[in-house]
Structure formats: structure tokens, C-alpha cells
């Protein structure tokens, strides 16, 4: 897209006047609109202090949803991972039997059985996701497999209770389009995957 020099300049110029013009200092008192409806709790009594000796804190939005009781038999490393590279072909080649097209990274596809198999050290987000939910356990810590039909499972691992740790779990899905267990095959890889995860 080639600009005229004429439109650059407006295209330059413009929001430097809508700038300018904010830049104005506004004199006067400021007071409540006569006029205006009380909003409804002005006429409610007000709150009165908390005694409670914990200070109340705003909600994260960023802060990870918990899943329930999580229990940690062995602590592993969360930080520095490589986010999709704990598991290699040879590894989604074993599991599934097929072969894999892709020697490492997030996605691994596999013909023969044909399948689609994604890998990550992440976040936890069961508890946003579809599908039937069940409690399990991989090497003693907290695990979820979410099963939205034979053919799409997931399994994903706790990898730390450290509320600190940005990505605390390993999550491996499996999308098989052939005839493959996929829950028995996420499982597998999702423990594949969670011992060669160094201890932390």
C-alpha cells in the first residue's frame, strides 16, 4: 500500500492534534450532577470494616484455576523445559505404532495408525475443558484424563504445587483418526513424559 504525501501527512498530523488538544488544562471545581439519579447504594448502609486478621486480596485473572486437592509425590522441574520438546518421534512412534512425521515440537501427526498428538509443558486447564473428567495419579502426583469421545483424550500431570511456577503440569492429547485406544496412548506418553522430566 503506497500512501500519498499528502495523506502521510494527515496520517501524521492527525493524531498529533488529538493529542494537543487533551493537553488543555480545564479550570472549575468539579460536583454531582443535580439532576442526575443516585445510584442505589448510595442509600445502602455502608460496609462496615472486616475484623478478620487475613487482608483481602483482589482476584488474579492470571492466576492458575485450581483443580481440587493437588498432591505432589515427586516434585519436578518446571521451569526451563522446553515447552513442547520432553517427548521426540521416536517416543509417539513407540506409543501409537504408526510414523510420526515431525521429529519433535508441539504436534506430532502419525500415519499407520493415523493420529494427531500434541505434547506441552503448560498450564493446567482441565477444569475448562470438555469432556468426561477423571482423577488419576502419574508417578504419585495429581493427574486428569479428559476424555471427549474413544478418539480424543487427554491426560495432563502436575508436575509442582509451587504457586509460583508458570507452567506446573505436561499435558499430551491424543486425536486418533484410525483405530487406536486413545486414553491408553495419552496415558502412556503422559508418563513417558513425566519421568524423563528432571526432579526438581
Do not use: Y
Amino acid at each position: 500500500m503506497h500512501l500519498r504525501p499528502a495523506a502521510l501527512l494527515l496520517a501524521l498530523t492527525l493524531p498529533l492534534a488529538a493529542l494537543t488538544g487533551c493537553a488543555e488544562q480545564v479550570k472549575g471545581t468539579a460536583s454531582a450532577d443535580p439532576n442526575a439519579e443516585a445510584p442505589a447504594t448510595a442509600t445502602s448502609t455502608p460496609k462496615k470494616p472486616s475484623t478478620s486478621t487475613s487482608p483481602s486480596k483482589p482476584a488474579d485473572p492470571t492466576a492458575q484455576k485450581q483443580q481440587g486437592d493437588i498432591k505432589i509425590g515427586t516434585k519436578k522441574k518446571a521451569s526451563g523445559l522446553e515447552t513442547c520438546g520432553v517427548l521426540k518421534a521416536a517416543d509417539i512412534e513407540a506409543a501409537t505404532g504408526g510414523k510420526s512425521s515431525a521429529d519433535g515440537g508441539c504436534i506430532h501427526t502419525t500415519t499407520g495408525p493415523s493420529t494427531i498428538i500434541t505434547q506441552m509443558v503448560t498450564v493446567p486447564d482441565v477444569a475448562d475443558q470438555d469432556g468426561e473428567k477423571k482423577q488419576i495419579d502419574i508417578g504419585g502426583n495429581t493427574a486428569w484424563q479428559v476424555s471427549a469421545s474413544t478418539e480424543d483424550c487427554q491426560v495432563t500431570v502436575m508436575l509442582t504445587d509451587d504457586p509460583a511456577a508458570i507452567t506446573s503440569a505436561f499435558s499430551v492429547s491424543v486425536l486418533a483418526i484410525d483405530e487406536l485406544d486413545a486414553c491408553a496412548t495419552a496415558l502412556k506418553l503422559a508418563t513417558q513424559g513425566f519421568d524423563r522430566i528432571p526432579n526438581a
